[in-house]
Each structure stands twice: as structure tokens, then as C-alpha cells.
């Protein structure tokens, strides 16, 4: 008889924003291609060469609250006057698959799925220092100054938090922290 499917894993890599999340999920994913990438909801604006459907499904307001009301979120939250949810529709396209995947979020969501799916693995990525976290911010160029310090003022809301996270990862060699975020993954998925 034929083994029985491994069971889907959900991981969630949370952290403030500009520590590193995006960055070390496309390496962690170079290392573990099974692993599958959930693409968020948001109804903030593109950022140039971001594209519906492959960064962020990018969404109007009234849609986004049609589907917050249809339960269609496994999780959401108001971020810099923004909203981004992760649809149950992405979660389950890639659990169907049998594939292991792994949801990009902010701390609140964070939150939520610990509630709703406490079997999913949460890691929190901290920054070597504030400064650092700044500079990231800063020299990615993709936020205005205002933007930047909104930002960096939930940030320290979100750094306050790590301590509820079970995986704490420090992104301060970007090399370093990928081993051991690559050791936590398949540490979880061959147990
Ligand atoms: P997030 O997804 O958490 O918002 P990004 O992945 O966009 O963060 O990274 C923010 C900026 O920090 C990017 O310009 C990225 O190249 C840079 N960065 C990421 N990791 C490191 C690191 N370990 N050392 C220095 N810079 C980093
Ligand atoms: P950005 O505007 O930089 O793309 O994202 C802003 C913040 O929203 C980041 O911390 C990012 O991780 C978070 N985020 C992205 N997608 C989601 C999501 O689906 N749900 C939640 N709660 N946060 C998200």
C-alpha cells in the first residue's frame, strides 16, 4: 500500500517590516523548492514591478471588505492604514498539493493564526538593532520618509512581541540566518 500523503505544514515568518522576511524567504525557498509561497491580499498600491497575482493579489477596498465579510480570510489585519489578509483559497491550493507552505505576515496575523491553526510552525525575525532596521527600511527605496517612520513606529510595537513567537531568528548575516530558518523547516518537515 501506498504511504499516506505527508501532512501539509503551514510555517509563518512574521517580524517588522524591512528586517529581512522577503529576502530570506526567496532563499529559504531556493533550498526547499516544495516549499510553497502563500500570496497575501492587500489594498495597498503596487510598488513598482510588483504584479497582481504573483506578489500580492491587489485588491480595491470595497472587495477586500466584501470578502473579509464572505469569511474568506484565514487571517487579516490593518497595517499603515492598509489592509492584508492571507484567503483561505491560497491556503488551500497549496495544502491540497500536499506541499508545505509558508505565509509572509505582520505580527497581528501572526496572532490570529496561532488561534485558528496552532499546529503552523511561527517564526519571528528581529533585526541586530533598530538602527539597522532603519537603514534596511530606508535603502530598500521603496517607502517615502513619512511611510518610513510609520513603519518604524509599529515596529517597536512588533519587536515587543518576539518573545510570544516559538522560533526566534536574528537577520543579522543574511547567509546565517537562512541556515537557521532552513534548519527549522526541515527540522519540522522530517519529524
Ligand atoms: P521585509 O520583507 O521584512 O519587509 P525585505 O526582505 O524587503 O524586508 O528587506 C529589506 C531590505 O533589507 C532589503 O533592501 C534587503 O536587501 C535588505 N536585507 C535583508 N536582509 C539583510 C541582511 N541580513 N543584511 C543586510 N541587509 C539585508
Ligand atoms: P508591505 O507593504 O511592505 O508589502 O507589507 C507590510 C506588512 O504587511 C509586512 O510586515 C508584511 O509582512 C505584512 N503582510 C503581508 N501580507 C500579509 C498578510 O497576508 N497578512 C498580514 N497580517 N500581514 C501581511
Known amino acids: 500500500m501506498a504511504p499516506p500523503a505527508q501532512a501539509a505544514r503551514v510555517f509563518v515568518i512574521t517580524g517588522p517590516s524591512g528586517v529581512g522576511k522577503g529576502t530570506?524567504?526567496?532563499?529559504?525557498?531556493?533550498?526547499?523548492?516544495?516549499?510553497?509561497?502563500?500570496?497575501?491580499?492587500?489594498?495597498?498600491?503596487?510598488?513598482?514591478?510588483?504584479?497582481?497575482?504573483?506578489?500580492?493579489?491587489?485588491?480595491?477596498?470595497?472587495?477586500?471588505?466584501?470578502?473579509?465579510?464572505?469569511?474568506?480570510?484565514?487571517?487579516?489585519?490593518?497595517?499603515?492604514?492598509?489592509?492584508?489578509?492571507?484567503?483561505?483559497?491560497?491556503?488551500?491550493?497549496h495544502t491540497a498539493e500536499g506541499r508545505p507552505v509558508v505565509l509572509e505576515i505582520e505580527v497581528q496575523g501572526a496572532r490570529q493564526i496561532r488561534e485558528s491553526l496552532p499546529g503552523a510552525v511561527q517564526i519571528f525575525i528581529s533585526p541586530p538593532s533598530e538602527d539597522a532596521l532603519r537603514k534596511r527600511l530606508t535603502g530598500r527605496g521603496t517607502d517615502e520618509p513619512a511611510e518610513v517612520e510609520r513603519r518604524l513606529q509599529v515596529a517597536t510595537d512588533e519587536l515587543a512581541a518576539a518573545g510570544e513567537f516559538e522560533h526566534r531568528v536574528v537577520n543579522d548575516d543574511l547567509a546565517a540566518a537562512v541556515s537557521a530558518l532552513e534548519r527549522i523547516v526541515t527540522g519540522t518537515l522530517t519529524a
Open 24 to 93: 530570506l524567504i526567496g532563499l529559504l525557498r531556493e533550498r526547499i523548492p516544495e516549499l510553497a509561497l502563500s500570496v497575501s491580499a492587500t489594498t495597498r498600491a503596487p510598488r513598482a514591478g510588483e504584479r497582481d497575482g504573483v506578489d500580492y493579489w491587489f485588491l480595491g477596498d470595497d472587495d477586500f471588505a466584501d470578502r473579509v465579510e464572505s469569511g474568506d480570510f484565514a487571517e487579516w489585519a490593518e497595517y499603515s492604514g492598509r489592509r492584508y489578509g492571507t484567503l483561505k483559497s491560497e491556503l488551500a491550493r
